[in-house]
T-cell receptor, first 114, second 113 residues
Framework: DQQVKQNSPSLSVQEGRISILNCDYT??????FLWYKKYPAEGPTFLIS?????DKNEDGRFTVFLNKSAKHLSLHIVPSQPGDSAVYFC?????????????FGKGTKLSVIP | ETGVTQSPTHLIKTRGQQVTLRCSSQ?????VSWYQQALGQGPQFIFQ???????GRGNFPPRFSGLQFPNYSSELNVNALELDDSALYLC????????????FGQGTRLTVV
């Protein structure tokens, strides 16, 4: 039973345009959400996070939006750059419930075309 | 400040054998978590160690075990290897038990034949 779902295995975007990566979750105990980026032969790299008490968090070109009622979050990358091409993982944890494990989605492979 | 390092980077083992994977956490981090990433899947939580004690475990059988040492480095041991254990094993360290902004190593690619 997938508690964190990334329904798009891949996404192609032109350089300079906006990339939108989506993530849905089913566990209502999740209260902290993170996005990681992974290049081949490297470990995941932390990008940005959001607590369930917020609905938006920005860091430079990256913005994460959280819609708790829909159990949905999205990562916006503006403008997209070729170096953003990687696999993006959505992850969630239930810190308030004392569980610090991260539950990951299967990932979305982003390709930014020059 | 050194990042998270894992050894070895690649490993081939035979079904039924035992394997030990190692992880050095980032300087100052006292919490280490281990994840298994099968091909085409996201990482799956195996367990976490905080101050040398197991601090949470995912849905993995007891033949997956671990240790954390006083310097916060860690080992993942897998006994009686099965073909399905073939995966990328990732170690992540964080300053405290909460995994916000956990830092991952590059992983160990284990192949069981």
């Amino acid at each position: 039973d997938q508690q964190v779902k990334q329904n798009s295995p891949s996404l192609s975007v032109q350089e300079g345009r906006i990339s939108i990566l989506n993530c849905d979750y089913t566990n209502s105990m999740f209260d902290y959400f993170l996005w990681y980026k992974k290049y081949p032969a490297e470990g995941p790299t932390f990008l940005i996070s959001i607590s369930s008490i917020k609905d938006k968090n920005e860091d430079g070109r990256f913005t994460v939006f959280l819609n708790k009622s829909a159990k949905h979050l999205s990562l916006h990358i503006v403008p997209s750059q070729p170096g953003d091409s990687a696999v993006y993982f959505c992850a969630a944890s239930a810190i308030g419930a004392g569980s610090y494990q991260l539950t990951f989605g299967k990932g979305t492979k982003l390709s930014v075309i020059p | 400040e050194t990042g998270v390092t894992q050894s070895p980077t690649h490993l081939i083992k035979t079904r039924g054998q035992q394997v030990t994977l190692r992880c050095s956490s980032q300087s100052g981090h006292n919490t280490v978590s281990w994840y298994q990433q099968a091909l085409g899947q996201g990482p799956q939580f195996i367990f976490q160690y905080y101050r040398e004690e197991e601090n949470g475990r995912g849905n993995f059988p007891p033949r997956f075990s671990g240790l954390q040492f006083p310097n916060y480095s860690s080992e993942l041991n897998v006994n009686a290897l099965e073909l399905d254990d073939s995966a990328l094993y990732l170690c992540a360290s964080s300053l405290v038990a909460r995994n916000t902004e956990a830092f991952f190593g590059q992983g160990t690619r284990l192949t069981v034949v």
